[in-house]
Structure formats: structure tokens, C-alpha cells
């Protein structure tokens, strides 16, 4: 079919947009109607051979009417006439550069050119490097710590604890029984303890705990104490803690523990204090917290200084220095497949072993360092798979043929920087990226506000690398169908999604399939993020529930009754229902009340009335107590009082409790719990 031209007629060209036509000479020049006329000097045999249609040639004639937008839009979607993702280079006058740049083709392969020998060394080297790690890691892993006591006597054993162990402590509310009589001993006991590194922030209580009126989240968990520098007493070398306190992180708040390679620390257990005033804690702990009435239990430190300590400091800073530098010839030297895969296997190894361990071992039981391997292996073979498809679909395309130093100087830098998650990002004030924990923690909102703008200008760079590479619009299907997906979840009832570290990694690296320098930089990080996050909390799921969201926190259980206080009738505690509630539960087995006093339970029974002085009456240690502290105090003491339903019959079935009431004894001043529950 052909298009043929009349000068002396009028003609009309019909296409899928406006019509055009030449209905005389010089009409409408330079218009939407175009004359014929005017189209005398276009090769038209020549266009119909290039094209093929009259529909190609409607399709060049329309192109020619699309407005600025409409072009800058087709511009950006279909990217540049010419792609380019092109690797980083360096000037020629930069020949040190260049030659450092070449050096593993030009030099180290050209000096051993057969692979089976590179291998051979790559192998023997690995070998090196494995024992020399085992060299530092046995020590404290493998090997049970003890004291040795410098008069001859028998060594003694070292308990192992984390950051937030308790000691001789069972846990919150009413988990150490009546009367607290499952936490003993209080007084005339000690103990050596060793902690791990990073106990200055590992040391955190990320669910809230009541401490008298407050809630204690988001801080230290270490109640009192403080450094003691007495030349009464020069062994004792702090002031009390509060016997619930974490012992790792007050050591670190009485400076006797370092958040750098952590220590051994003496232990002495105090009996009853009548306050806990707070003080300023040393390597920028903060104040500790303040509890101003009477404990049950408390415990101090005491210097060591008889006796020998080992297997006591934490090697982590120096296991992670040396991977970091054992595996820098490797990722500069050899193919990058061989760099990835040996540096993201020891990275994830390095986690587990020492930086960031899932599990708490104890020396002393062989079973724990079993498990923790046991651990270890589990994760291990998911994330490989996760890693060659991270491998596959970004990493390969970056590292293979690129620059040996931009792999040096960008990517291998920032993958450690994602690895040490846990004292890089996990220190910005941000713990997850709800609307409750973002306002409970201090600096959150700006945080997140900074980690935002990063995220997004991040973003925009490599979109523009994806552009540049002609690949935008294939990257934009993908991420619509993953922000799809992601809106689905979230939507999910009774669920709610959490972008974990892992997650987020594994999100954002398919968008650094580039060459450039920004893929090197943000794949390092991204594939370090993965690492961080399967190692430490393996693969944990994307939509979570309510329940698990709390971490242990109250909130979950059945609602407490209400508290109240009658002075006139002998210091007489009382609650009840709300109208919904049952005073019996079938199903929970929920018969009773418990009452806590100064965060310790001291009833359990149906009544729901307490005298107070009857307490005090069928407790002699804890009208001891109340005495003690009335005698300190010269005046009154805050008693803290919160109630929950409970079961008679089972110690550990409890509901919510209530917010502390502030009851002033002996006077009778009563203050009304806050609403909520603890």
C-alpha cells in the first residue's frame, strides 16, 4: 500500500490523532494542519522504506506534535538513547591509581597463572586465618573461666551472664513468689560473674518494667548504685543496687565491667537497703534509676585483688579487626565470586561466634557452646540461599569485571558497617516504627526523620544509575509489586508488618544492580544488614501479632481490678471489678488476687480487702523492713501497692496489674494509681 502526493489536489490525511490537511497553498502554515505542499522536500520513498506503513509515517508525523511533559515523561520511563552503567575509573594521570587498580590482573595473576595454584593458596591462607582466630576465641568461648585464689586454695568457677541477666533474681512482678522466697539468698553471698562487651547499651530493658511508679523502658536497667570511692572501705568499690538490677550493666554504670571487652566483676549480695537513691553512672551510662523505699535485696561490688582471674575479656573487637583484615586480600586479590561468598560466610560466623551471639554461653556447660553452633548451622543454610540470590540478581553484575579498589574503598567497608549492626545502627534512638515506641524513646521522631531523608536521597541516586543503565522501568514494575505486597500485609487483621533488618536488605539490593559507585556503597550495607539480622534473630517473620510485639510487656493479660484505699478503716487496701469482669474464670483458672508491695508479692488469696497491718503482722520480715526505713527516713515512706487476679493455685498464672498507688505510711496519703497496666 502506497501514499501518493497530488501538488494540484486537495488532500486530506486521516490518522489516529488530529487530521491534517492541504486545503491550499500556505493555509494554515506552520499550524496543526499540515499541507502537503510542504512535505515535497521529505524523502517519502525513503521513509516508507525505513518504516513500512502509513502507520510509521502517522507515528513520526504525531512525535512531532508531543508537548515538553509528555516527552520528559517518555524520557524518564524509557531512559537514554544511549544506556550506560559503565564501572569506576580514574583519571590517566593517576597512574599509582590505575596500577593499583590492575594489580590483581596484571600482576598477581600473570606472577601465578595457573588457577590450581591461586586455589592452593587461597585454601592454605583460609587455614591461617582460622587458627588464628581460634586462637582468640577459645579462650573465652571454649575454655571455662575460673578464679584462682592466690593462697593455694581451690579455683573457683565463673558464672557467665548477658547483659540483661538477672542474678538471683527470676524476673518481674510477682515471678520470684510470695514474699520473693524464690530468689534468695539475699545477704551473706558472693559471686564472680563475667559479662560480655557492649553491656553499656546490651544492658537496656526494651519492654517496660515497673519500678515503683515508673516505668523503666528505653534506659539501663540498673536501680541505685553507682561508683564508691571510700577509704573505709576499699574493697567495696560501689554503692548498692537493687538486687533485680541487670549485674553486667550496673557493673558497667559502677565502672568495674568496660563496654569495650567486658570483664569480670565480685559480686556481694547486701540483704535489705531502705533506698535506692540514683547517680551517675561512668563510660556515659546516664543515671541509674532511682527507687526511694525499702528492697528485700541488694548487691554491690567488691574489688579482686587476691587471687588470678582468666578467660574474663571479650575478644569480639579483636576477632572483628582481624576478619576484617584477613579478609581485605582476599576480596582485593581474587575473583569476586570467591570474595563474596568467603566474606559473608566468616561475616555471619563472626555474628554468631562473638559480635552479636543468639544465645548466652556458659564454658562451664560444653551443651550451650553446642548449641549455639547447633544455632548457628541452622540459619546458616537459608541464608546461603538468600545470599546467591542476592549474588544473582545484584552483587555479581557490580563486583565481577569492576574496580578492585572501588570493591576496597565502598563496598567491602560499608558490608562490615552492616555486620556491626549492633554498635552502628542499632545505637540511633529507634527501636521499632510504631506510633507507641516512637514516642515513649527520646530523639526517635528525629531519627527517623534523618534515617528517612537518607533512605530517600539514597534512593534517588541509584534510580538514577537504574535510568542511566536504560533499566528504570523493568526496577519500577518490581518495586510497585513489592510496596503492593508490603500495603497486603500490613493490611492483614490481627497482624503487623515488621520490616526486619534482613527484609529490608533483601528488599532494597535488587535495586543496586548497577556498576556505579552508589551500588557499591549500598550493597555493602544492605548485604551486611541481611547478615546482622539472620544471625541475630534468624528469619523472623514479616507480619507479627500483637502479642509478640509486647516482648513480655503487660498488656496481653486479663485486665486488673481497681485499686483503692480507706484510711478509715486501719489502713485497709481494697478492689474490685469492673461490671464486665468475672470474679472467677473458669478457663484461667483465676480465683483470686495478688498484691505486690514495693514490686514484691505479699498476697495471695479471694479477699478483696488487705489490712495492712495485718501484713505486717503475719510478716515479720516485712514489718522489719517498714521499720527500718520509717526509723531512716525520720518521718514516712512511699509504700508502692499494685493488685492483678490471680490463681490460688497456680504461682505463675496472673493477670495484668495495676499501676503503682502511693500509699504514705504511716500517715495514710493516698494516691490513685495512673489507668494502664504493668
Known amino acids: 500500500m502506497g501514499v501518493h502526493f497530488d501538488d494540484s489536489a486537495n488532500t486530506t490525511w486521516e490518522a489516529s490523532?488530529?487530521?491534517?490537511?492541504?486545503?491550499?497553498?500556505?493555509?494554515?502554515?506552520?499550524?496543526?494542519?499540515?499541507?502537503?505542499?510542504?512535505?515535497?522536500?521529505v524523502d517519502v520513498e525513503s521513509m516508507s522504506n525505513d518504516v513500512g506503513s502509513e502507520h510509521s509515517t502517522s507515528k513520526w508525523l504525531l512525535?512531532?506534535?508531543?508537548?515538553?511533559?509528555?516527552?520528559?515523561?517518555?524520557?524518564?520511563?524509557?531512559?537514554?538513547?544511549?544506556p550506560s552503567d559503565e564501572p569506576p575509573s580514574f583519571p590517566k594521570r593517576w597512574k599509582w591509581l590505575k596500577w593499583i587498580d590492575e594489580f590483581p590482573e596484571t600482576k598477581f595473576k600473570c606472577k601465578i597463572p595457573n588457577k590450581f595454584v591461586r586455589i592452593l593458596l587461597l585454601i592454605a591462607y583460609s587455614c591461617f586465618w582460622m587458627r588464628i582466630i581460634y586462637f582468640f576465641i577459645y579462650p573465652y568461648l571454649i575454655k571455662p573461666p575460673y578464679f584462682y585464689p592466690n593462697d593455694g586454695s581451690e579455683k573457683i568457677p565463673i558464672l557467665s551472664l548477658s547483659c540483661n541477666s538477672y542474678l538471683n533474681w527470676e524476673g518481674t512482678n510477682n515471678e520470684c513468689g510470695l514474699n520473693a522466697k524464690n530468689c534468695g539468698p539475699f545477704d551473706n553471698k558472693e559471686y564472680l560473674i563475667r559479662c560480655p562487651a557492649l553491656c553499656d547499651r546490651g544492658g537496656w530493658t526494651y519492654s517496660a518494667i515497673a519500678v515503683g511508679k515508673r516505668r523503666v523502658k528505653y534506659t539501663g536497667y540498673e536501680i541505685g548504685g553507682g561508683a564508691l570511692f571510700s577509704e573505709e572501705d576499699p574493697m567495696s568499690v560501689s554503692y548498692p543496687y537493687r538486687i533485680d538490677s541487670f549485674p553486667c550493666a550496673a557493673g558497667v554504670h559502677a565502672g568495674v565491667i568496660s563496654p569495650f571487652y567486658g570483664g569480670c566483676a565480685r559480686v556481694s549480695m547486701q540483704g535489705a537497703q531502705n533506698s535506692f537513691p540514683s547517680r551517675k553512672g561512668m563510660y556515659n551510662t546516664g543515671f541509674s534509676v532511682a527507687f526511694n523505699s525499702f528492697f528485700p535485696g541488694s548487691y554491690s561490688f567488691k574489688d579482686i585483688q587476691d587471687g588470678i582471674l582468666s578467660g574474663c575479656y571479650d575478644p569480639r573487637a579483636v576477632i572483628v579487626a582481624l576478619n576484617i583484615l584477613f579478609g581485605?586480600?582476599?576480596f582485593y586479590l581474587y575473583d569476586s565470586i570467591y570474595g563474596y561468598w568467603i566474606n559473608t560466610i566468616v561475616g555471619y560466623?563472626?555474628?554468631?561466634?562473638?559480635?552479636?551471639?543468639?544465645?548466652?554461653t556458659d564454658a562451664h556447660d560444653p551443651a550451650s557452646v553446642y548449641e549455639l553452633f547447633s544455632v548457628g548451622f541452622q540459619r546458616l543454610l537459608p541464608l546461603c540461599f538468600v545470599l546467591y540470590v542476592v549474588w544473582k540478581s545484584a552483587v555479581k553484575r557490580t563486583l565481577e569485571a569492576g574496580s578492585p579498589i572501588a570493591k576496597v574503598i565502598l563496598?567491602?567497608?560499608?558490608?562490615?558497617?552492616?555486620?556491626?549492626?549492633?554498635?552502628t545502627f542499632d545505637r540511633l534512638p529507634v527501636d521499632r516504627l510504631t506510633a507507641k515506641d516512637l514516642k515513649e524513646q527520646a530523639g526517635a521522631l528525629t531519627a527517623v526523620g534523618s534515617i528517612a531523608a537518607t533512605i530517600l536521597t539514597c534512593a534517588i541516586v541509584q534510580a538514577y544509575s537504574l535510568w542511566k543503565s536504560g533499566r528504570f522501568k523493568k526496577y519500577l514494575k518490581i518495586y510497585i509489586c513489592f510496596i503492593s505486597g508490603l500495603v497486603a500485609l500490613g493490611s492483614l487483621p490481627g497482624l503487623n508488618l515488621?520490616?526486619?533488618?534482613?527484609?529490608?536488605?533483601?528488599?532494597?539490593?535488587p535495586g543496586c544492580a548497577t556498576r556505579g559507585s552508589s551500588a557499591y556503597l549500598f550493597q555493602g550495607i544492605l548485604v551486611g544488614l541481611i547478615?546482622?539480622?539472620?544471625?541475630?534473630?534468624?528469619?523472623?517473620?514479616?507480619?507479627?501479632?500483637?502479642?509478640?510485639?509486647?516482648?513480655?510487656?503487660?498488656?496481653?493479660?486479663?485486665?486488673?481490678?481497681?485499686?483503692?484505699?480507706?484510711?478509715?478503716?486501719?489502713?485497709?487496701?481494697?478492689?474490685?471489678?469492673?461490671?464486665?469482669?468475672?470474679?472467677?474464670?473458669?478457663?484461667?483458672?483465676?480465683?483470686g488476687f495478688s498484691l505486690l508491695l514495693n514490686d514484691v508479692e505479699v498476697y495471695v488469696g479471694e479477699n478483696d480487702t488487705v489490712n495492712i497491718d495485718n501484713l505486717r503482722m503475719k510478716n515479720p520480715?516485712?514489718?522489719?523492713?517498714?521499720?527500718?526505713?520509717?526509723?531512716?527516713?525520720?518521718?514516712?515512706?512511699?509504700?508502692?501497692?499494685?493488685v492483678a487476679r490471680a490463681s490460688i493455685r497456680t504461682p505463675t498464672n496472673r493477670g495484668d496489674y495495676t499501676n503503682a498507688g502511693v500509699l504514705q505510711w504511716p500517715d495514710g496519703t493516698w494516691q490513685m494509681p495512673e489507668p494502664g497496666v504493668s
Open 63 to 82: 512525535l512531532k506534535r508531543k508537548t515538553p511533559i509528555r516527552k520528559l515523561i517518555e524520557r524518564i520511563w524509557n531512559g537514554p538513547i544511549e
Open 328 to 330: 581485605l586480600p582476599v
Open 498 to 509: 515488621r520490616i526486619h533488618h534482613y527484609i529490608l536488605g533483601s528488599i532494597l539490593v
Open 349 to 360: 560466623w563472626t555474628l554468631v561466634l562473638s559480635l552479636d551471639p543468639p544465645l548466652l
Open 411 to 423: 563496598w567491602y567497608p560499608t558490608f562490615w558497617l552492616g555486620i556491626s549492626n549492633n554498635v
Open 621 to 642: 520480715g516485712l514489718a522489719r523492713m517498714m521499720d527500718e526505713a520509717l526509723d531512716a527516713s525520720g518521718g514516712t515512706i512511699d509504700l508502692y501497692l499494685r
Open 531 to 591: 547478615l546482622s539480622g539472620v544471625a541475630r534473630w534468624d528469619f523472623a517473620s514479616i507480619v507479627e501479632t500483637d502479642l509478640a510485639l509486647l516482648r513480655g510487656e503487660a498488656g496481653a493479660s486479663m485486665k486488673p481490678p481497681i485499686l483503692d484505699f480507706n484510711n478509715n478503716e486501719n489502713h485497709s487496701l481494697s478492689w474490685h471489678l469492673n461490671t464486665t469482669d468475672s470474679v472467677i474464670d473458669q478457663v484461667e483458672n483465676i480465683d
Open 17 to 41: 490523532g488530529p487530521s491534517f490537511s492541504g486545503d491550499s497553498e500556505g493555509q494554515h502554515n506552520g499550524t496543526e494542519s499540515i499541507q502537503l505542499q510542504n512535505l515535497s522536500n
